[in-house]
């Protein structure tokens, strides 16, 4: 099985801040990554896939990089209801696992 | 509209059956494949496993083959996630969500199903 491995597990940060969370797979998935958010009590919502790509709908603050086993989500600019927690998914193969999530919290 | 609408809470005894409904509308329901996710009170996001309803091929994460079946009825649009016997150790929320190919992202999700299983 890939792992994968975000950081921080808990952010404090405050509106208009610049954040970046890391999610680290324990092998390479090229650029096979998605990212999430998820409210409480919601479903997760896919906020960039394939690395970069920035799904339909979804604010240009949020942005995602890298390939190979090394991946950031960045918000340039922190807003209110960017607070959540977001997750990181490999989907290399028909076989999908996520992050532990990183809790962003109002500083 | 891409749609997955789920079924109702359930509250269940240690032992009993339960199938859980996912319904899509809002697109061709047969072309799409169909994953289940389970999160645990505060706890984070796991894979269950996928079904391409228009063939009802079937895979499972390694960590849920065996304690569950995921099936889907494409006449009339539908997945289904089922336990034989249920455990207190079910217990959580389960997330339907369309995956966009056999190795693509989830794009739509459904509500989610609360599961509780108590004595």
């Known amino acids: 099985d890939i792992q994968m491995t975000q950081s921080p597990s808990t952010l404090s940060a405050s509106v208009g801040d610049r954040v970046t969370i890391t999610c680290r797979a324990s092998?390479?998935?090229?650029?096979?990554l998605a990212w999430y958010q998820q409210k409480p009590g919601k479903a997760p919502k896919l906020l960039i896939y394939?690395?970069?790509s920035l799904e339909s709908g979804v604010p240009s603050r949020f942005s995602g990089s890298g390939s190979g086993t090394e991946f950031t989500l960045t918000i340039s600019s922190l807003q209110p209801d960017d607070f959540a927690t977001y997750y990181c998914?490999?989907?290399?193969?028909?076989?999908?696992?996520f992050g532990q999530g990183t809790r962003l919290e109002i500083k | 509209e891409v749609q997955l609408v789920q079924s109702g809470a359930e509250v269940k005894k240690p032992g009993e059956s339960l199938k859980i409904s996912c319904k899509g509308s809002g697109y061709s329901f047969t072309s799409y494949w169909i994953g289940w996710v389970r999160q645990m009170p505060g706890k984070g996001l796991e894979w269950m496993g996928i079904i391409y309803p228009g063939d009802s091929d079937t895979r499972y994460s390694p960590s849920f083959q065996g304690q569950v079946t995921i099936s889907a009825d494409k006449s009339i649009s539908t997945a289904y996630l089922q336990w034989s016997s249920l455990k207190a150790s079910d217990t959580a929320m389960y997330y339907c969500?369309?995956?966009?190919?056999?190795?693509?992202?989830?794009?739509?999700w459904g509500q989610g199903t609360l599961v509780t299983v108590s004595s």
């Open positions: 394939k690395a970069s």
């Open positions: 969500a369309r995956r966009s190919s056999i190795s693509g992202p989830f794009d739509y």
């Open positions: 092998q390479s998935i090229s650029s096979w």
């Open positions: 998914q490999q989907y290399n193969s028909y076989l999908i696992t």
